[in-house]
């Protein structure tokens, strides 16, 4: 089993250039299911995640081609399979977005149910409910969902809650439906525009994405185009936060300084400087960090995305901090693994109440989820002595190309 070491280090300081967004690419993958031509997408993220979603693409007769890196041509013109099968699926949640493009493209898909994970049950009523009011026959039952539909047909949708992968499933089922859908309380994610986007260049008729309300005028066959991919504003994120924690003076390129605006505005009120460029941020701290309080919550307020991050951030700042996560009911797996390390923390229902200590300790840990993973990372930069951190499958799903990120900044981690 691989391990990511990581030994206490001096101030970070450097350039890391930030890759494609995964949040952004996994679902503009699914959507080029809905293309009759081959589509080209461009600064795709070196990320187990992308394999997976291009493994469920080929399984579903997408001929997919990784040109260069970074650069992946799909082709889904002569799509044959509408089954999307567990062994897939349960390699990862995002895999479910396929379910919208299959329905609007062959008006009939069976997909594995994605079940829960770590970070919470993660139910797709929502997706479901959205596919029944444009016309979806569905049933579940067996571990699977089967819909079929001899039309779909525009109809209004209020999401109960503004859901990132409801309102993309949704959106892309209804680019080939007929007539208008209007999808209320819609998320307002920049991974949300950026798929629309990419939809209205293959020759969809979205309206509203980044707004809670999207409209979609149903058109009768997209065809192909080429993208390139948002940054990931969760990666820029977590580089911000290791030259804030290390003392360091970093600057983040490829990053929409607009897309980290709540995280901007907490690592200011944390004491560190930024300096915000448009697309380039200069991270500058001197290591000394005023406690915050954070709140979760969708776009745009703080992504729940950073949370663990700036947990390991809060370990050490002077005072005591609090987060609450509102978006998964179970988020805080890293709390005992940062509590390895001699973080003070405690958790009361959907807050976790940290008190900054003067010094974290290196420890065997493990990365519960990716983003905990990230954490752990963090907290290992800044730790007396060594940080054994496992289950890096996990940090593999969502960080491109890692240690080599870090080392060049200066960080001593490597992989075992
Ligand atoms: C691949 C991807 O883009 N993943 C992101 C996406 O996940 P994902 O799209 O799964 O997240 P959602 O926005 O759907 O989930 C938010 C909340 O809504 C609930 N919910 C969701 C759907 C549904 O049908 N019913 C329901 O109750 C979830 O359980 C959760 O509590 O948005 C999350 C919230 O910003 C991020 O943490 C993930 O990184
Ligand atoms: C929770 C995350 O991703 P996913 O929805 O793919 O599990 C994440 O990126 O932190």
Known sequence: ???????????????????????????????????????????????????????????????????????????????????????????????????????ARMGRVRISLPGGCAIGTRPIDLHLKGFAALGADIQVGHG??????????????????????????????????????????????PEIVDLANFLNKMGANIKGAGTNTIKIKGVNNLKGTTHLVI????????????????????????VLTNHVKPIMAKLKEAGVSIIDDGDKVRVQSDGILKAIDVKTLPYPGFPTDMQAQFMSMMSIAKGTSVIIETVFENRFMHVDELKRMGANIKIEGRSAIIQGTDKLLGAPVKATDLR????????????????????????????SDIEQKFSKLGAKIYRV
Do not use: W
């Open 231 to 254: 940054p990931d504003r969760i990666e820029a994120g977590t580089y911000m936060i290791a030259a804030a924690i290390t003392g360091g003076d970093v600057v983040i390129e490829n």
């Open 372 to 399: 905990a993973g990230a954490a752990l990372i963090l907290a290992g930069l800044i730790a007396d002595g060594t940080t054994e951190i496992g289950n890096v499958y996990h940090l593999d799903r969502g960080y």
């Open 144 to 189: 699977f969902v089967e819909a079929h539909t001899k039309q779909l047909r525009g109809d209004r949708i209020y999401l109960d809650f503004p859901s990132v992968g409801a309102t993309e499933n949704i959106m892309m089922a209804a680019t080939l439906a007929e007539g208008e859908t209007v999808i209320e309380n819609a998320a307002e994610e």
């Open 1 to 103: 089993m691989q391990k990511i070491i990581v030994e206490k280090s001096p101030p970070l300081k450097g350039t890391v250039r930030i890759s494609g967004a995964k949040n952004s690419v996994l679902p503009i993958l699914a959507a080029t299911l809905l293309s009759t031509e081959k589509c080209e997408l461009e600064d795709v993220p070196n990320l187990k995640d992308v394999d997976v979603i291009c493994e469920v693409l080929a399984a579903l007769g997408s001929d997919i081609k990784r040109t260069s890196r970074g650069k992946i041509e799909v082709n889904s013109a002569t799509i044959d399979n509408n089954e999307a099968p567990y062994e897939l699926v349960r390699k990862m949640r995002a895999s479910f977005l396929v379910m919208g493009p299959l329905l």
